[in-house]
């Protein structure tokens, strides 16, 4: 398989930003299920979570987007929340619609999901 380096390279320099230009959250010790997907829901910042979690949205609806560790999960016509690991960590950025479409443009990925 070859690459497309003329799309491939503005997808990393975007993927770049979204993983490392944000505010940071950890995540708490104690966390309920509902904690956590309030936490994980506000668009902007990256927010640390366990494996078991990046497994769960990984294996509960096939990704919208996937490549390597990193990939982009939506239920219905929601913003993209993209999920990647780094190194033994594991990290989630809820998006905007406007990086949602932004990723959409730069992988290819059809965003018939979303209503305009």
Sequence with gaps: MTLDHKRDQPLQTLLRDFTSNAETVSQP???S?????????????????????YEYFLEVLPPKWHQRSCFGFADGD???RLFWKQGNRFHCRQLTSGESQQLCDFSGLARDYQSS
């Design 78 to 80: 929601e913003p993209l």
């Design 33 to 53: 299920w509902n904690q956590m997907i309030e936490r994980i829901l506000v668009p902007g910042r990256i927010n640390e979570i366990s494996e078991s979690i």
């Design 29 to 31: 010790k104690t966390e």
